[in-house]
């Protein structure tokens, strides 16, 4: 009966009626798989179910309008009856898919993932520092091998500044203290590198991990008491792209005898036969448990140590992706993590599940983000001047202990070259949702209303390389008891006591909007409590997820989170 139909509505409006019949399918197959998982709709048989859809109603709906068929109103009603149903089932998904955002139910998800470990991360969330010294490089992005063109010395002085910005200290052995405060003598550190370029030895001059900023840490480690041969540098990347190599100028260039450096060796014993990733993609071809670093399941400590280059495929390679040299055959979860394809999802990406396993995220102890040279413009090849440092290299380092908020703040500085597709910070908004730290993406790098940013400026002098002192991190202002919290959340301000300075506290959403000003600009001293109630300045109920809390206090600020369950 459907058939005899069929024939007889082709037959009587002819190849005009095959199309509307050809079109009509294809849109229905299109509302049927995207019409809810709008991510599909860059699925290859999804673009050519929308080509299809749009080319045989759009060309037959055009010729009833150049005819006198155009008269017919139920040829009208269809049409606005199927232009309104691929508007409500595919353009609205579409452009939020396109706006990157995550669904409410996306949110809620990723805030029961927050891990079970306890993260050093939580104890410096949002907070990022920036050092530059123009001293530190001399090349001339020209004669023989960018590396050979680093002041150690420099090097060593921006790095130790850093780390007492960073941990509010007076010296370096008192940094460690508050970075690695539970540290016995034996236990093992694990600092991973990027050696993504080297296919072959010796290297050539793609960019590439360079010594100087290893060896700035390492003497601070060892003398804090690691034993050199407790420290194992990596990079075991392996996939049918990349050889996973560590070239040789780069272990002779290390001031430490002792040290040990990994690679991928071809018999598998650089990775453990216990410890995996395991992978959580909600649809796609799935992702297999991949088994990590030998050296870093077997660290008690991990320093994660990325360069600051955009990614041709993936849009960024920071501290998330540089683990992907962490574990066996990542080539597996290019898939997810690549913008262009047909398997990228703004509700979900395997950087999360990696940061979430607890030899990453629960071993991590401090990010130091290369961006001494970094490369604005490829993934591949030497660096390049970078426009937005005078035309020079960027002579400059990042440290953070929270994974987001450094990633946000490199990838602002590759943003700002123009090189950056859309999307490709989404791993950090799904990574902030988690509760792995502060999200904050800035038009210009550095003003900043969440992320605790300072800028550092040189020369240094080094001062505290040798210092031991029993000073310690500038103290907790802000707190929260409870979390996660349902409905109102008690927040606890101690501030220094017989000082009265003004305070300002507010409270954002996940993607760095701000959602409640709880004090603003008000003269504060000694201890304070306040609460939110869980709603925005409107009055309005916030919606369930992870918000955070800033207070600025003279000069300083601090963050925490605050998990709403609605």
């Excluded at 691929?86 to 452009?95: C, K, N, R, T, Y």
């Excluded at 090349?139 to 500044?161: F, H, K, L, P, S």
């Excluded at 052995?173 to 080297?198: M, T």
Aim: charged content about 15%.
């Amino acid at each position: 009966m459907l058939a005899r139909e069929n024939r007889r509505f082709a037959g009587r409006y002819g190849a005009f009626g095959w199309s509307i019949m050809i079109g009509l399918a294809a849109l229905a197959w299109l509302v049927v798989r995207s019409g809810r998982r709008p991510s599909r709709l860059v699925y290859p048989c999804q673009r050519a179910a929308a080509s299809t859809s749009w080319m045989f109603l759009g060309v037959p709906f055009a010729g009833f309008i150049t005819s006198e068929r155009w008269r017919r109103p139920a040829l009208w009603i269809a049409g606005i009856a199927v232009a309104a149903l691929a508007f409500i089932f595919l353009g609205v998904p579409a452009l939020r898919m396109l706006d990157a955002e995550i669904s409410a139910s996306a949110l809620s998800a990723q805030a029961e993932r927050v891990p079970a470990w306890s993260g050093r991360a939580a104890n410096l969330p949002g907070r990022v520092v920036h050092v530059r010294d123009t001293d530190a490089t001399f090349w001339d992005y020209g004669t023989d091998w960018y590396g050979d063109y680093i002041d150690q010395d420099v090097v060593t002085a921006m790095v130790t500044e850093g780390l007492l910005t960073l941990t509010g200290t007076q010296s370096v052995h008192s940094a460690w203290q508050v970075l690695i405060p539970d540290f016995e003598p034996g236990q093992r550190l694990a600092i991973k590198v990027n050696f993504n370029n080297v296919t072959s030895l010796p290297p050539g001059d793609d960019i590439d991990a360079v010594i100087e900023p290893v060896n700035a840490l390492l003497g601070g480690l060892i003398d804090y008491g690691f034993a050199p041969s407790d420290i194992t540098v990596f990079d075991v990347t392996n996939t049918i792209y990349h050889s996973g190599l560590i070239p040789q100028r780069f272990i002779d260039g290390c001031d430490y005898p002792g040290v040990n450096f990994e690679g991928w060796v071809t018999n598998g014993v650089s990775f453990s036969s216990t410890d995996a990733i395991v992978f959580n993609p909600p649809s796609g071809p799935g992702i297999s448990n991949r088994r990590i670093a030998r050296c870093l399941a077997e660290a008690d400590y991990l320093i994660n140590m990325p360069i600051s280059k955009v990614h041709d495929y993936a849009g960024l390679t920071l501290t998330f992706k540089n683990h992907f040299g962490s574990f066996n055959r990542c080539d597996y979860a290019h898939n997810y993590v690549f913008t262009s394809s047909p398997y990228w999802s703004p509700d979900y990406s395997p950087l999360v599940d990696i940061w979430l396993n607890e030899h990453f995220g629960g071993k991590n102890v401090l990010i130091l983000n290369d961006l001494l040279f970094g490369n604005w413009e490829h993934l591949f090849g030497p660096p390049t001047p970078w426009p937005s440092f005078g035309n020079g290299a960027p002579n400059s380092i990042l440290l953070a202990t929270d994974p987001v908020a450094i990633d946000c703040v490199a990838a602002d500085f590759l943003a700002v070259e123009g090189n950056v597709p859309a999307g490709a910070d989404q791993y950090l908004v799904l990574a902030s949702a988690a509760g792995l730290g502060v999200f904050e993406r800035a038009p210009s790098p550095g003003v900043y209303s969440i992320i605790d940013y300072t800028y550092l400026e040189g020369p240094f002098d080094g001062t505290g390389v040798n210092g031991g002192g029993p000073e310690a991190a500038r103290p907790q202002m802000l707190t929260l008891p409870q979390n996660p919290v349902s409905d109102t959340a008690s927040i606890h301000l101690e501030l220094p006591m017989g000082y009265a300075g003004k305070a300002t506290v507010r409270l954002y959403d996940v993607r760095g909007r701000l959602v409640r000003t709880l004090v603003e600009d008000e003269t504060l001293t000694g201890s304070r409590d306040l609460s939110w109630d869980g709603r925005d300045d409107s009055g309005v109920r916030a919606a369930s997820g992870v918000y955070w809390i800033t207070l600025d206090y003279e000069g300083t600020r601090e963050t925490a989170r605050v998990v709403l369950v609605r």
